[in-house]
């Protein structure tokens, strides 16, 4: 069965930086798109950035681009998401999701990310 | 790139239907056969419930049906049950800008 696992959420001063991580498992990894969505506290659901099957093509949020680096290993069949320069309002729940006719039809359990002096 | 708009909360007696739309423009909703539509319970991760409009993937109940005219896609539940009270979000793809999906607003689904 398809299964995404997202680690690496935690506290985090403001200005710092972050890697979150989603290892995949029960599926081909290498033949799909991936994205990270995310949730603040008590807010609604927000797209992040996608990256293509063979992670040839990145794209971003407004929001994040320029802070947050959205790369994979196809090898170790996990995603990543790399994070600087965090400030307050990145405080949320971090999906990944697997994509699938353009919509995202597996999600992970979500990890964590507080931003807070 | 501004979220979808989708009504705050919907609410119905089980067994009745209810629609819950999201509004959005042509470089989105309009423009494209990417409409999606999401269940979250609390605490829990959303699940894919209609992608490409109208189309529901396996396992997914038949209750569950999607539309879409002009700017704005429709999710309808007929047959309410208690175990759909939960959050509702759509999503489209968009040309608007780098943003290349965009989310609605999220709608409550409460069952009297």
């Known amino acids: 069965q398809v299964q995404l696992v997202e680690s690496g959420g935690g506290v985090v001063q403001p200005g710092r930086s972050l890697r979150l991580s989603c290892a995949a498992s029960?599926?081909?990894?290498?033949?799909?798109?991936m994205h990270w969505v995310r949730q603040a506290p008590g807010k609604g659901l927000e797209w992040l950035a996608v990256?293509?099957?063979?992670?040839?093509?990145?794209y971003y949020a407004d929001s994040v681009k320029g802070r947050f680096t959205i790369s994979r290993d196809n090898s170790r069949n996990t995603l990543y998401l790399q994070m600087n320069s965090l400030r307050a309002e990145d405080t949320a729940v971090h999906y990944c999701?697997?994509?699938?006719?353009?919509?995202?039809?597996?999600w992970g359990q979500g990890t964590l990310v507080t931003v807070s002096s | 790139q501004s979220a979808l708009t989708q009504p705050a909360s919907v609410s119905g007696s089980p067994g009745q239907s209810i629609t819950i739309s999201c509004t959005g423009t042509s470089s989105d909703v309009g423009g494209y056969n990417y409409v999606s539509w999401y269940q979250q319970h609390p605490g829990k991760a959303p699940k894919l419930m209609i992608y490409?409009?109208?189309n529901r993937p396996s396992g997914v109940s038949n209750r569950f049906s999607g539309s879409k005219s002009g700017n704005t896609a429709s999710l309808t539940i007929s047959g309410l049950q208690a175990e759909d009270e939960a959050d509702y979000y759509c999503n489209s793809y968009t040309s608007s800008s780098t943003n290349n999906y965009v989310f609605g607003t999220g709608t409550k689904v409460t069952v009297l």
């Open positions: 990256i293509w099957y063979d992670g040839s093509k990145k």
């Open positions: 999701a697997r994509e699938s006719h353009i919509s995202f039809d597996y």
């Open positions: 029960g599926f081909t990894f290498s033949r799909y798109g």
């Open positions: 490409d409009v109208s």
